[in-house]
């Protein structure tokens, strides 16, 4: 069974930093892509970020290549990670980690992230 596991998530100040992981298992044929989406309230879930096996990243947002985002990953372990600094209230909202095998998209629960003003 596939399982994408979050964490990272929480409650955090504007100017603020968060770490989100996500660690898949029960991926049989190996993890091509993993990335990061998010979904504000009222809005369309969005990619925020993602990284190929190969390590080469692609960031949605052209100012999060800057270092406000920055996504990372553990092959041997399956792992994602997003480092956010810089928060702002616009970045609230439930992120989910994705993670993608031959063409099978997979998702995890979601972890909420609230930036307070």
């Known amino acids: 069974q596939v399982q994408l596991v979050e964490s990272g998530g929480g409650l955090v100040q504007a100017g603020g930093s968060l770490r989100l992981s996500c660690a898949a298992s029960?991926?049989?044929?190996?993890?091509?892509?993993m990335g990061w989406y998010r979904q504000a309230p009222g809005k369309q879930r969005e990619l925020v970020a993602s990284?190929?096996?190969?390590?080469?990243?692609?960031?949605a947002d052209p100012r999060n290549r800057k270092g406000r985002f920055t996504i990372s990953r553990d092959n041997a372990k399956n792992t994602v990670y997003l480092q956010m600094n810089s928060l702002s209230s616009e970045d609230t909202a439930v992120y989910y980690c994705?993670?993608?095998?031959?063409?099978?998209?997979?998702w995890g629960q979601g972890t909420q992230v609230t930036v307070s003003s």
């Open positions: 029960g991926i049989i044929y190996g993890v091509d892509s």
């Open positions: 994705n993670a993608v095998s031959l063409n099978r998209y997979y």
């Open positions: 990284i190929t096996s190969g390590g080469i990243t692609n960031y």
